[in-house]
């Protein structure tokens, strides 16, 4: 009977215990689609830049080009490192992030909190080995003309 009892505890412990998400994963390289340009950001004279759109970054809340997830965005400059992005829709905080650059400059450090579902998801990506180019000129929302 002390068999029959220890063999059902752990023909259950088994059971519990394995989960979808259980053994290793491997990246295809040629299933993932990764993006064919790298991604630019731009900080400069009190405007943030990235992907297209340019913004003031000041923290106020400002419309931009309108998506599934968001209509408004707000950059707020944190410290000389660490810029904060919030973007909502129809007034509803959709995403928080908080992208860090190292004191070497060399690693970025994006802290994403995603608030579009019930339960909030944090993810946090690190980029290292940075390529610095040249900044591309930021054009003045008022005038259309460069700035640096």
Do not use: C
């Not at 040629?30 to 064919?36: E, F, I, R, S």
């Not at 900080?43 to 000041?58: P, Q, S, V, Y």
């Not at 944190?78 to 904060?84: G, M």
């Not at 909030?120 to 000129?137: F, R, Y």
């Amino acid at each position: 009977m002390k068999r029959l009892l220890v063999l059902l505890l752990l023909s259950q412990t088994g059971q519990l215990a394995q989960s979808p998400f259980d053994g290793t994963w491997i990246i295809v390289a040629n299933a993932t689609q990764l993006p064919q340009k790298p991604a630019e950001y731009l900080l400069a004279n009190g405007m943030f830049r990235w992907g297209g759109t340019e913004i003031k970054a000041d923290g106020t809340e400002q419309k931009v080009p309108e998506t599934g997830y968001w209509d408004t965005i707000s950059v707020r400059i944190v410290n000389e490192l660490t810029v904060e992005i919030i973007s909502r829709k129809a007034g509803k905080t959709m995403f928080t992030e908080v992208d860090t650059v190292s004191t070497d400059g060399n690693t970025l450090t994006q802290l994403v909190k995603d608030t579009t579902e019930a339960q909030a998801v944090e993810i946090e990506t690190t980029t290292s080995g940075l390529t610095k180019g040249q900044p591309v000129p930021m054009r003045s929302p008022a005038r259309g003309k460069p700035t640096r």
